[in-house]
């Protein structure tokens, strides 16, 4: 009986400490609410499934409790009950995939009048493309990543000559426009997460991988990475800045673009762009190393 008691405890408890727990999602700031109800219906799902099966042990043990003289009978088969079972089951694992697959479908079918932006992650810091007047990013090569062209720009191709380039400092992102995320690593595997969006996904060395959303309120969020890439993991963070879109093109007229990036660049120098205290230090332990010490291309 006590045994019983412990289980509806334990039960009883989880479900009321998930009801009133301090430690809930961050408020949406994108239109990814696909993805929080999805997220919601395996909440409700392996919750029901997971009470319904501590009240059945907490059943088993008080109605099949020891009592002297009974004995247990023997049923190898019950095709009534491994039908039932095998539906149920069916029917949770229909429910728990059918939604995310859905969300999932969504959240790579890029709408037609979609920005494009690009994310480029280097262990361990972020990095962002943005695309010039023209409104395309130029064509990219990691065989053309060196010291003064640390995103592996094609200097031939004239669509990227007016490309945006941010080194460890802040993106910013117009709100309301649904945006295309391009996404590139030139060492390990990287992910690119913003809590605050739901969006998160890998990062390929040698393809390039997407998602879209549309930022729906103004602020600043978090950029982390989301896969294991190596000793500084923990030190890259990023941070992404929604805002009206004035004041966005606003700081766009701030930015270099890569030709103005490698004017500047005497040869073979690295280019020094706009860098914070902290993120510095990631770099020089070793980011930026494998990078830096290549010949530049221009000058083999
Ligand atoms: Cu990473």
Redesign the pocket.
């Known amino acids: 009986m006590l045994v019983a008691v412990v289980l509806i405890v334990i039960a009883v408890g989880t479900v009321v400490f998930h009801v009133v727990s301090p430690w809930w999602w961050t408020p949406i700031a994108s239109n990814w609410h696909s993805i929080d109800d999805a997220t919601l219906v395996t909440f409700w799902i392996t919750g029901i499934a997971y009470v319904a099966v501590i009240l059945f042990m907490a059943y088993c043990a008080v109605r099949f409790r020891y009592r002297k003289g009974r004995r247990a009978a023997y049923e190898p088969e019950n095709k009534r009950l491994e039908w039932g079972l095998t539906g149920l089951t069916s029917l949770g694992v229909i429910g728990l995939l059918t939604p995310g697959l859905i969300a999932w479908n969504e959240f790579v079918t890029v709408p037609d009048d979609a920005a494009e932006f690009e994310v480029v992650?280097r262990?361990?810091q972020w990095s962002f493309r943005l695309p010039g007047k023209d409104g395309v990013l130029g064509a990219s090569d990691p065989r053309l990543v060196g010291g003064d062209n640390t995103f592996g720009l094609d200097p031939n191709d004239p669509r990227g000559q007016d490309d945006v380039l941010i080194e460890g400092d802040d993106l910013h992102l117009p709100l309301g426009r649904p945006l295309k995320v391009l996404m590139r690593s030139v060492d390990?595997i990287?992910?690119f997460y913003v809590p605050h969006f739901r969006a998160k996904m890998d990062i390929i060395p040698g393809m390039v991988t997407h998602f879209w959303f549309t930022p729906t309120r103004t602020g600043t969020f978090d950029i982390l990475?989301a896969?294991l890439?190596?000793l500084g993991?923990h030190t890259?963070r990023g941070m992404v800045v929604v805002e009206e879109e004035t004041e966005y093109r606003d700081w766009l007229q701030g930015q270099s673009t890569f030709a103005e990036l490698m004017a500047r660049a005497a040869p073979g120098d690295a280019v020094k762009l706009a860098t914070n205290d902290g993120r510095e230090d990631a770099a020089a332990n070793g980011g930026a190393r494998s990078a830096s010490n290549r010949p530049h291309p221009l000058n083999r």
């Open positions: 992650g262990q361990w390990v990287h992910d990475c896969e890439c190596g993991h890259m």
